[in-house]
Every structure is written in structure tokens, then in C-alpha cells.
């Protein structure tokens, strides 16, 4: 335990989320650093790579970078032609070197068909050929609406599927703000640059991608005659009807591809158990970032300092503090930084695709995406799969004196946006161990309040970075109650369901 330190915590995101790495965006030099970095200290801390010598461990990437020029123009005449990269990001994921097209934008609100949960945005309308307007997120934001559709169904790939599936040309959606927690510069960031992919989709994506600032996409409806709350509050009905805006788009988008290879880093802390040491408790953090991106101010690194490396250097802190041990725990530990998690989770969804351990032998997998900065709660934030693990992780935070509070009915997707996703997708039990928001000694709200100010000053910008005075009694909480969670599952003779 006394490994898990502060000390430990800040040297590791010191480096990692200094300005030498220029954001470990995959494929660069930056990305490389972090990689071997992170792979020097599994083997400092004693941890085996998992099959062969190799700590890291490629993972195929195909980029595409789109030059774009798009434009609407009403019925009546008037027009306006966005700047790409500035009041918008479109792309195209078609495999062609340029792209023309010109169709009607048909507005479908959240464009969401879950039949399970009485919510269609299409009613049968026929959208093949059209460009797809719609809000980003899901309808569970605005009211007493299931959750799940401001889960999966709200997420930006699932409406690009969907658009696909109907024949649309295109689907573009819009930001908002309110109630997605940070700004129109955080989408920018991530889409403005590379598309990465791993390859070929099941379903085609429609041939055009994009977002649309807010304030673009009033324009875009006001061109139309329309009212842009109105169309918003009309989305959250159950009752919605896709609305032909009159508006056509039209947009020539040039492609450059290329292919490399960036890495996922493993290693493992073999179990002491012959019976169970073929069974893995699997740690996970992010390690990658966006690079360097648009100037804010005189700043272009994006540093993700809190985002992820504070996640990385824990998940470095736990390796060591596991290795330290005297008796190593009954079944394996394997410790996996990845690689491409900004924003599609890529770096994850090819372990689980080419998994080093089976699936079937992994016990579960604990991620660790975002380190408390702020200083020590009286809380911690389960995001997951709370079903199969909440009492071990309520035994594990109760130990530490900490409240276990569950992410389920929480807004704006959390339980979607990191890579348990991606093990909850191919049947492994995982969790996201997040940090607590009643911070003691500060006034209530005060929690919320930081988190809010991240998200709509720094997510995803240049200001994520390295600070002197981070408090790292926060980190070290979710570090202790990770280990204890960690050391349970690895030495219990039963396994989650």
C-alpha cells in the first residue's frame, strides 16, 4: 500500500503529460515515447511481457485525413459556407481519394431507432440520399427517459450505423453544450485532425461524417424558416417526425490515407496459484491523447495531462505496488496501457479482437481513465458493469472509508465513454473506477463544480496539463481501493458472473 503514493503518482505524469511527448497522438514520435516509457516500467517494476519478449504490442491503424469544403444554400437563395475545422469537422470514411456530393438535409433529431425502448425518430420516413441532421446525445439528458438511450444509442457511431443503414448520404450531427458537458473546442479537437480506424466496418458508413457547431447549426436552420429551440424541444418526444428542411448540402471532401502501427503495452505479474494462474484480473488505462492540434492562445500541445495521464501513471503506480508484494496473488495480473482510446476506443477493441489472454479466462477488467487532481473525497464513482461487481468494489471502497456511489442513471453517457466499454461488449465483467465528487472540506457542489469548469474549459484543449499544485490524496484512494479490488478478485475462488 505504501507504495501507492503521491510521489509515485506526479513523477509518472510529470513526464508523460510533458510537452517532450507532444500529446502522444497514435503514430507519432510522442505516442513512441510514451509506449517504450510505459514499457521500461512494467520491467523496472519485475512485470513479464505476456507471451515472447516483446512488452509492446502493435495494433494496425489506418488514418484518414480530410480536406473539406462544405456548403448550404436554401430554397429561397441564401447561403452559407461553414469553415472547416473552425464552425465545423467533416469527414469521410469512404474509400475514394475525393469525394462530391450534393443532397436535401432532412433534420431527424437524435435520428435514434430503438424499438425496444418505443422511440423511433424515423416513423418509416424514407431517408436514402438525404443528409441526416441531428443533435448529438440522447433524449435521457432532457427527462425521466431510459437511460440507455443517452448510453449506446446516443453514441456518434451508433448514429453514423444507423444513417448508414436507412441509405442516407450523410449524417451530421450537432454539439451541444448543454447538457454534453464540454464545448464545441473538444470536438474540434478530436475530429478536426486524423480519422482513425482499424480497418473495414460490418455496415458502410454513410459516405459524408460531421458535427456542426451550435451556433452553425442555427444558421443551418434558420435557413430553413425554422426555429432552432423549438426543433430541439421537439426531438425529445416520443412523437418526433423527421422534418425536410429544404436546405441542400453540398460538400467535395479529399482524403489522404495512410497505415502504421502504434501499440498497446503489456505486462503481467504471474499468479502464485498452478490451478488459477491462467486467469487474468486485467488493469486498463489510455495512454494517448490528441497530439498537437489548433492554437488556443499560443498553446497547440494537447498534453491530457488529467486526461489520461493521470490515469497511466496509477496504473504504472499499481504495477509496482502488486510487484512488490512477497506472495503474488492466486491468479494473474495483467497490466494493459492503450493506445488509440481518443475517440473510438481502438486501442481496446483490438484487444478484444486478438486477445493475449482469453477472454473467457479474464476475470474482469478494471479501467482506470482520469486520476483524482483535486484532493481526497469522501466518495468514489462506479461506471460499468455495477451489476456483477458492485459489492466487490462497495468492499474494497469501504475499506477506505469511501461511500461507493453507481454511475447508473447518470447523464451525458458516462457509462460509454472509455474502454470498459469495450470488454463490457465482448462479455467481460469491467468497471471504471472514478473519483469521487464530495471532496472534503470544501463546500457542497464544490466537485461538480471543478468537473464542470474541466469540461467546458480544458477537455480535449491545451490547458489540460501538467500543474505543480495537484493533489494527488485523491488519486491515492482510487489507487488503494483499485489494489484492494484488484487483490480480492485475484484471490477469490469465485469468479464474477
Not at 412523437?239 to 436546405?247: A, K
Request: net charge neutral.
Amino acid at each position: 500500500m505504501e507504495a501507492i503514493s503521491a510521489a509515485s503518482i506526479d513523477a509518472h505524469l510529470r513526464y508523460l503529460s510533458s510537452d517532450l511527448l507532444e500529446g502522444r497522438a497514435p503514430g507519432t514520435r510522442g505516442s513512441e515515447l510514451a509506449a517504450t516509457y510505459i514499457a521500461t516500467q512494467f520491467e523496472l517494476a519485475g512485470l513479464e511481457p505476456v507471451s515472447g519478449s516483446e512488452y509492446l504490442r502493435p495494433v494496425r491503424l489506418l488514418a484518414r485525413r480530410s480536406r473539406a469544403r462544405i456548403s448550404f444554400r436554401a430554397r429561397g437563395g441564401a447561403a452559407l459556407a461553414p469553415v472547416a475545422g473552425e464552425d465545423c469537422v467533416v469527414w469521410t470514411s469512404a474509400p475514394v481519394d475525393t469525394l462530391r456530393l450534393t443532397a436535401e438535409v432532412v433534420y431527424v433529431g437524435y435520428g435514434i431507432h430503438a424499438p425496444e425502448y418505443d422511440w423511433d425518430d424515423f416513423k418509416g420516413v424514407d431517408v436514402s440520399g438525404k443528409v441526416l441532421l441531428l443533435l448529438g446525445g440522447g433524449p435521457a439528458a432532457y427527462g425521466s427517459y431510459p437511460a440507455e438511450l443517452q448510453g449506446d444509442y446516443a453514441l456518434e457511431h451508433h448514429k453514423f450505423e444507423e444513417a448508414a443503414r436507412r441509405g442516407a448520404a450523410g449524417a451530421v450531427l450537432i454539439h451541444l453544450a448543454q447538457p454534453s458537458g464540454y464545448q464545441w473546442g473538444a470536438v474540434r479537437g478530436a475530429r478536426g485532425a486524423e480519422i482513425l480506424s482499424l480497418g473495414a466496418t460490418e455496415t458502410p458508413p454513410p459516405a459524408l461524417h460531421g458535427w456542426l457547431s451550435e451556433e452553425t447549426a442555427r444558421q443551418v436552420i434558420g435557413m430553413a424558416s425554422l426555429d432552432f429551440t423549438t426543433l430541439v424541444e421537439l426531438a425529445n418526444s416520443r412523437q418526433f417526425r423527421p422534418i425536410g428542411t429544404g436546405v441542400n448540402l453540398r460538400a467535395t471532401i479529399v482524403n489522404r490515407s495512410r497505415e502504421f502501427a502504434d501499440y498497446n503495452v503489456a505486462g503481467l505479474l504471474r499468479g502464485g496459484d498452478p490451478g488459477r494462474a491462467g486467469e487474468v484480473v486485467l488493469f486498463a488505462a489510455h495512454f494517448d491523447h490528441l497530439g498537437i492540434g489548433p492554437k488556443v492562445g499560443l498553446d497547440s500541445i494537447y498534453n491530457g495531462a488529467y486526461d489520461n495521464a493521470s490515469g497511466i501513471a496509477l496504473l504504472i503506480t499499481l504495477a509496482g505496488a502488486f510487484a512488490r508484494m512477497e506472495r503474488p496473488p492466486a491468479r494473474s495480473l495483467l497490466f494493459l496501457a492503450l493506445t488509440a482510446a481518443e475517440p473510438d476506443l481502438l486501442g481496446s477493441a483490438h484487444y478484444v479482437s486478438q486477445p493475449l489472454v482469453p477472454l473467457a479466462q479474464t476475470v474482469t477488467a478494471i479501467n482506470l481513465d482520469r486520476a483524482n487532481l483535486w484532493g481526497p473525497t469522501a466518495d468514489l464513482l462506479l461506471i460499468g458493469d455495477e451489476a456483477r461487481l458492485y459489492k466487490y468494489v462497495e468492499e474494497a471502497a469501504a475499506a477506505e472509508r469511501l461511500q461507493l456511489r453507481s454511475a447508473r442513471g447518470v447523464g451525458r453517457g458516462h457509462r460509454y465513454r472509455s474502454d470498459e466499454l469495450s470488454f463490457l461488449g465482448a462479455g467481460v465483467p469491467a468497471v471504471r473506477l472514478g473519483h469521487g465528487l464530495d471532496f472534503i472540506g470544501r463546500m457542497p457542489g464544490w466537485g461538480e463544480a471543478v468537473i464542470g469548469a474541466y469540461g467546458a474549459g480544458h477537455y480535449r484543449q491545451p490547458s489540460d496539463e501538467y500543474r505543480p499544485d495537484f493533489d494527488y490524496r485523491g488519486a491515492v484512494q482510487q489507487g488503494r481501493v483499485a489494489f484492494r479490488l484488484g487483490l480480492q478478485l485475484a484471490n477469490s475462488g469465485r469468479r464474477p458472473r
